[in-house]
């Protein structure tokens, strides 16, 4: 079966600290996605990769940064965490031709206090 | 600006019933619609609609593309307790394989 691993189910980070979100996809796809889920608001990308070591800005990439050093592998961090990324985390992966749309983790609920 | 749009924002109904949710878009380029379903965890794959593609249906699930007044509905009769979800609704430009949500419908199915 087909998978989007997110390492962390639900996290609970201070104010200031460093956050790495990890997110894994055993499908051999090229393009990778990170999104963030607030009620009101829906999905908003914050970043996504089609290629190793490739990035590029979503919609709202202000105190976020990514890095994927392997094909199947794409983190997010959190610079300085601040308590309004509060948030559900999502992660996909499509086929670099767009295939069937995204296939997508379980999520991260980040609380930042 | 590129932007979808979902009504209603949530919904609640009685098991037996029909629901309609809607989905209108503004998209350059238009590529393809999908419709998501998202319980507790990751949301899942319902339909994909293309200019190919613009009318789908599996079991009591069916949904339609209208490329002309750019919206789409998703239909689903005689709900049960499990269609209790939110559903999204997603587009995508061509040139591109990034897909722009709506703020989805949260349907609530009561027993």
């Known amino acids: 079966d087909v998978k989007v691993t997110q390492s962390s189910r639900y996290l609970v980070k201070r104010t200031g600290e460093k956050v790495f979100l990890e997110c894994v996809q055993d499908m051999d796809h090229e393009n990778m996605f990170w999104y963030r889920q607030d009620p009101g608001l829906g999905l908003r990308l914050i970043y996504f990769s089609y290629d190793v070591k490739m990035k590029e800005k979503g919609d709202i990439p202000e105190g976020y940064s990514v890095s994927r050093e392997k094909k199947e592998r794409f983190s997010l961090i959190l610079e300085s965490a601040s308590t309004n990324q509060t948030s559900m985390y999502l992660c996909?992966?499509?086929?670099?031709?767009?295939?069937?749309?995204?296939?997508f983790g379980s999520g991260t609920r980040l609380t930042v206090v | 600006e590129d932007k979808v749009v979902q009504s209603p924002l949530s919904l609640v109904v009685h098991e037996g019933d029909t629901v309609t949710l809607n989905c209108s878009y503004e998209v350059t380029n238009f590529r393809s619609l999908l419709w998501y379903k998202q319980e507790k965890k990751a949301p899942t794959f319902l339909f994909m609609l293309t200019s190919s593609g613009i009318e789908k249906k599996s079991g009591r699930l069916s949904s339609i593309l209208d490329k002309k007044e750019l919206f789409s509905i998703l239909n689903i009769t005689a709900t049960q307790t499990g269609d209790s979800a939110i559903y999204l609704c997603a587009v995508t430009p061509s040139g591109t394989y990034k897909y722009i949500f709506g703020t989805g419908t949260r349907l609530k199915v009561l027993a």
């Open positions: 996909a992966s499509s086929p670099l031709t767009g295939g069937y749309g995204y296939t």
